[in-house]
């Protein structure tokens, strides 16, 4: 049996700088979680969210699937939202895709990858919904890059519909929905200008978000 010890002693060499700035940290952290925000991204390896966004451990709650999906029939993501919301009662959902998306670049393309093309069935839906905007875009990196910034909108809608978020927002709680994209190229966040804290600015900050991608196409 090989044992992976390279990453057993990073993992020591990172534990001991974290304790090295502040000796208490994991006590503190093993005594309670309280994330304020919870990250619905891609899985993909290049884009870590901790890391990305500067925050510590515990301080960022964490749900990633390919292409960063907000399915309303994956028990998974949902539990996830509930779990966050109902109970570490976050305050800002951040559903955040990025630029070079293989998810979303296999959807577009329609190879037949077995499994997976079920779940980037949803990924086409998102580009036949917007197929008379994109059917006008001939460079296709250009398609692309709209595709990923259109389908984070897509699924940060998606969040605001589910029961969840619905509900949280109906008892009145402080909740704010987020659609941010990340560059590999530059390590960038970008915000995509849908960000939504009750059921009524949904639709208007939906319709601001797809107009302002595409008229830049």
């Known amino acids: 049996m090989r044992r992976l010890q390279n990453l057993l002693d990073k993992n020591q060499k990172w534990s001991a700088s974290i304790r090295e700035q502040q000796p208490d940290f ?55 939202i509930q779990y966050a919301v109902d109970y570490l009662k976050v305050e800002h959902v951040i559903v955040c895709g990025h630029y070079g998306c293989g998810g979303v670049q296999e959807a577009v393309l329609n190879r037949k990858l077995g499994l997976i093309d079920n779940w980037l069935r949803h990924v086409q839906d998102v580009r036949y919904k917007h197929q008379s905007t994109l059917s006008k875009i001939e460079d296709h990196e250009a398609l692309l890059n709209h595709m990923y910034e259109l389908n984070v909108v897509e699924q940060a809608v998606n969040v605001c519909e589910t029961t969840v978020v619905q509900d949280a927002w109906l008892r009145g709680q402080n909740l704010t929905v987020h659609s ?38």
């Open 180 to 217: 941010w994209i990340y560059g590999l190229k530059d390590g960038l966040l970008r915000d995509l200008g849908f960000c939504a804290a009750s059921s009524e600015t949904v639709e208007e900050n939906y319709h601001q978000a797809i107009n302002a991608i595409t008229s830049a196409s």
């Open 26 to 80: 994991f006590e503190q952290l093993s005594k309670q979680q309280a994330p304020k925000y919870l990250w619905i991204g891609c899985s993909d390896s290049r884009v870590p969210a901790d890391q990305i966004t500067g925050l510590m451990p515990g301080e960022l709650f964490v749900h990633r699937n390919v292409a960063n999906q907000v399915i309303h029939t994956d028990l998974n993501c949902l539990s996830v």
